[in-house]
């Protein structure tokens, strides 16, 4: 078995508190064959980028690069978070079409080759994580690395003429062709992006999931839904049932249902809408009134950049408006809460939630849904009410499906989570359980190195 190489923009360094799902799955898959996982370190320096630092770990060796704040700010805060990211999320309205970080997005990318590629060896699998790095792969050919390298977009793939309204896309989204194999989180990103292909890329579409670039070189492209650790969450939500902190969230509903909301502080999560389907909720069910409180945890991310601060004032606003109108003495509907909480209890505020509430206006997966699930108490589970623009949507059909813009349907959806019956939530529970413990984080990963290396 060849040795791994995983290339994401973050690394999860031994000892860093930045074990994710996601690091859990790359973690076991570099333990199993012995590898490297190469990025930036997180650090910003004064003087040049490109300092290395080394540790190991086992089998595995940790290769993390320092960055300057001229390069941060083109590569990371610029190109790939106020351009890749709206772009991405189908929000051209906020995307920068700025020259200079296009420019640094490059250049990074570049140090990234020119610092990994004297580290690669010719029988190397190279694993390259997200948009932050598209043209990774092609820049490493260049140096004539001629190893497998595959890449994974976590995010949505946007439609082929959003692509196009970016300037110089057909330099870098073709960058893509470099690599052996493309995984998608969904089929319809699958879709998506061969239909950037054939429109605006100059390519060929062939049988099944092969794509022929202009060169005549050939490539994969096919979806693998990213999974939890399943079971992990499972056991983490039972053991959390007795954190002094849930039980202070159960004590405070005095026996009202609750609804729960986790997100990052970001305009693609759809958090105005959600409120204000919230909002309708309690107009349009009266007969409710009083019974259920929601609570939405969504701490700040990007809080420098001014489209995430216009979003914390008016989510501030629209939360004041609707306690303020709807609010009893002894009740108060929605809880805004910006502060982070671990892991661990989060999966303990699942537990106690009667809804899950996850209404992105895009996501490449969301994988909050899967974790409310997998949170869930089998003997009286919640109910799940998911947006149909979340890629969770295309495995989890079991869930309540909103479209997170028609406010009487999220409105209406809340109703019914609230009041299903037991039998009715325990047969959708166990559908959706099943299918998150066949597909778990590791029969995810397992799945997509065995289709990279069967590539080419």
């Not at 204000?276 to 107009?283: A, I, K, N, Q, W």
């Not at 009715?424 to 799945?447: G, P, S, T, Y």
């Not at 997509?448 to 590539?455: F, K, N, P, T, W």
Request: contains cysteine.
């Amino acid at each position: 078995m060849s040795r791994l190489v995983v290339v994401s923009n973050r690394v999860a360094v031994p000892g860093e508190s930045r074990a994710g799902g996601l690091a859990v799955g790359l973690l076991a898959a570099l333990k199993e064959r012995g590898g490297m996982w190469f990025g930036w370190s997180g650090k910003t320096v004064r003087g040049d980028s490109g300092a290395i630092h080394e540790q190991n770990d086992g089998n595995i060796r940790f290769v993390t690069l320092d960055l300057n704040k001229r390069d941060i700010d083109a590569y990371y805060n610029g190109f790939a978070n106020r351009t890749l990211w709206p772009l991405l999320h189908f929000r051209l309205d906020l995307v920068d079409y700025s020259r200079d970080t296009r420019d640094g997005y490059r250049r990074v990318n570049a140090l990234f080759a020119e610092k990994l590629a004297p580290m690669l060896r010719e029988d190397d699998t190279v694993w390259i994580h997200d948009y932050h790095l598209i043209p990774l792969g092609a820049l490493l050919r260049e140096r004539g690395i001629g190893c497998k390298i595959g890449f994974f977009l976590h995010v949505p793939m946007p439609s082929a003429d959003l692509v196009q309204a970016m300037p110089d896309h057909s330099r870098l989204f073709p960058s893509l062709y470099a690599y052996d194999l493309i995984g998608f989180q969904t089929q319809r990103d699958v879709d998506r992006f061969r239909s950037y292909v054939r429109l605006f890329g100059g390519g060929r579409l062939l049988e099944g999931d092969a794509v022929e670039a202009p060169g005549g070189r050939r490539f994969r492209t096919a979806a693998f839904p990213i999974g939890i650790d399943t079971q992990l969450i499972a056991r983490q939500a039972r053991a959390a049932a007795s954190k002094q902190a849930v039980k202070d969230l159960q004590g405070s509903l005095r026996g009202r249902q609750l609804a729960i909301g986790v997100d990052r502080l970001d305009y693609s999560k759809g958090l105005p809408e959600r409120f204000l389907g919230f909002e309708r909720y309690l107009d349009r069910h009266p007969d409710q009134r009083g019974s259920l409180t929601y609570l939405q945890i969504a701490p700040v991310s990007r809080g420098d950049v001014t489209e995430y601060r216009q979003l914390r004032n008016q989510l501030e606003q629209i939360a004041g408006h609707i306690n303020g109108g709807h609010a009893e003495p002894d009740w108060t509907p929605l809880r805004y809460v910006n502060q982070n909480f671990t892991h661990a209890t989060l999966t303990g505020f699942y537990r106690a939630a009667a809804v899950g509430l996850v209404t992105p206006l895009r996501d490449g997966m969301n994988l909050v849904a899967k974790e409310y699930v997998a949170a869930q108490d089998p003997e009286n589970p919640g109910v799940l009410v998911l947006s149909l623009l979340a890629g969770a949507a295309d495995e989890m059909k079991e869930a309540l499906l909103v479209n997170p813009h028609d406010l009487d349907g999220v409105a209406d959806a809340i109703a019914t989570a609230a009041t299903l019956s037991l039998p009715k939530r325990i047969d959708r529970w166990q559908a959706m359980m099943e299918h998150l413990r066949n597909n778990d984080i590791n029969h995810w990963r397992q799945r997509y190195l065995e289709a990279l290396e069967q590539s080419g």
